[in-house]
């Protein structure tokens, strides 16, 4: 399995919602991402997790709350969101920083917040 | 901080020209990656690069790295219209680290 799978493709929530996307990878990779990606942009980093830790937020607001339940899922939490955070959110996974190459991005969340 | 830079920002050739995307890096970055995205998709892994010198090919595609210039390029040769997409390099700054930092992009219409 190479692939990092991400659900839902589609989500569209109201600003008072609490919604989740998912992301699962079953290569191995250590490593775990989010971007988010708007329109024309290219992809901004979200959080890191590293062996199930976090270890880089890049100063997210906490509107935004990533969990690690295990090495192979990641997930992100959403609730009152704002209308800017629409966006395509993309998981990533990748080996440990000492080895390996590439990073794998799954097929992406296409968020929408009315 | 790590920042990545494309030009050009878009780019239209027509088929069977060539060109050169650049992509330059203002700190020391020891991995550099190019991806391709169609719209409304995601990312598309096209070359890894690690090292100063390093040259990689795949069908009309070439990327090199020179680390001490703290660029890449990207080269189409004889573009076809299926070439038509966003590139992105990406450079994973020296140390320990996972963090990838991408490019601005550079959206290519190859025009019949």
């Known amino acids: 399995d190479t692939e990092v799978t991400q659900t839902p493709k589609h989500l569209v929530m109201g600003m008072t919602n609490k919604k989740s996307l998912k992301c699962e990878q079953h290569?191995?990779?250590?490593?775990m991402y989010w971007y988010k990606q708007k329109a024309k942009k290219p992809p901004e980093l979200m959080f890191v997790y590293s062996y199930e830790k976090l270890s880089i937020n890049e100063s997210v607001p906490s509107r935004f709350s990533p969990e690690c339940p295990n090495s192979s899922l990641l997930n992100l939490h959403l609730h009152a969101l704002q209308p800017e955070d629409s966006a395509l959110y993309l998981c990533?996974?990748?080996?440990?920083?000492?080895?390996?190459?590439?990073?794998?991005f799954g097929s992406g969340t296409r968020l929408t917040v009315v | 901080e790590l920042k990545v830079e494309q030009n050009p920002l878009f780019l239209s050739m027509q088929e069977g020209k060539n060109y050169t995307i650049y992509c330059n890096y203002s700190t020391t970055s020891d991995r550099l990656y190019w991806y391709r995205q169609d719209p409304g998709k995601s990312l598309e892994s096209l070359f890894v690069?690690?090292?100063?010198?390093a040259v990689k090919q795949e069908g009309r595609l070439m990327a090199s790295l020179d680390t001490k210039a703290r660029l890449s390029t990207l080269h189409i040769t004889a573009a076809v219209h299926d070439l038509s997409a966003t590139y992105f390099c990406a450079a994973k700054p020296g140390g320990a680290t996972n963090k990838l930092i991408f490019g601005t992009g550079t959206l290519l219409a190859v025009q019949p």
């Open positions: 290569m191995g990779h250590r490593a």
């Open positions: 690069l690690l090292s100063n010198g």
């Open positions: 990533a996974s990748s080996q440990d920083k000492n080895r390996g190459q590439g990073y794998t």
